[in-house]
């Protein structure tokens, strides 16, 4: 081919061009996922719920500590919609364990009119609800530490690097 037909490739097809993973990777990762979500994920969550919590409820806590606003408040609107992503669950279901979690013996919330809509609720962490989220960590913190103990630095390393891209991934994703 001469100098005046070669074929230019522009500059952002060769930025733009990503190495492409072997053909059975994403079978390979699918195959850890029962092992990292249920058997991993579900004892990690049994470990920060304790015996006082259903899943429902522990996530709502994590929800709250870990997207709400300061950690401590969140609309009762966005807790319905993100809970209702991860589990099979009714609006009516949801209001019973806040309600659950907002008495008598919890005392863990509080839900009070948003100031912005007479119609919005807003659910706020106690005292007592911030606490027992700091058992939760705590407790959710022991565990791992069992899981990572047997691991080198670079694998632990390597395994917070790894969740940490997937997290940005999946979130750009929406």
Known sequence: MSASKKRVVPAKKKAAKKIAAPKDAATRFLEFYYPIHYKAGVRVEDAMRGDELGRHQVAILWLIHSEGTNGTHMSRKDIEQHLRLWF??????????????????????????????????????????????????GRGDAFIRRIIETMTPEEINQGLHFFSRISDIVDELK
């Open 88 to 137: 099979d669950v009714s609006s009516a279901a949801i209001t019973k364990a806040l309600r659950a979690m907002a008495t008598a013996p919890l005392n863990l919330l509080t839900q009070e009119e948003s100031a912005h809509s007479g119609r919005e609720k807003t659910v706020t962490l106690s005292p007592a609800g911030e606490a027992h989220v700091e058992a939760m960590i």
